[in-house]
C-alpha cells in the first residue's frame, strides 16, 4: 500500500498511517511518501516499534520514502 503525503502537513501523514495501519497483515508494508523532514520522526515517536518495522529512503533531494511494515509474531 503506498500512501502520497505530498504537501501533507503534520500531523496529517501520521493519521493517515495509523488509518491504513489497521488493514495490514503480518509482513505487509506501507509505504508512505512525504516532502517533510519531520514526517520521519513523528511516525517514529507515534507507532511502537516492537510491532512494526520501519526504514526510510531518500530517492530524491527533499522527498522521502518511508516503508513501514508489520512484523510477524514470533513463537
Known sequence: M????????CPIPVLKLKA???SIT????????T???CTLQNIRDSI???L????CEEPANGI???S????TPSH
Open 26 to 33: 503480518p509482513g505487509e508494508t506501507i509505504k508512505v511518501i
Open 2 to 9: 503506498i500512501l502520497n503525503c505530498l504537501g501533507d502537513l
Open 48 to 50: 511502537d516499534d516492537q
Open 64 to 66: 522521502w520514502e518511508i
Open 20 to 22: 491504513a495501519l489497521d
Open 68 to 71: 513501514i511494515s508489520r512484523q
Open 52 to 55: 512494526y518495522n520501519i526504514a
Open 35 to 37: 516532502d517533510h523532514s
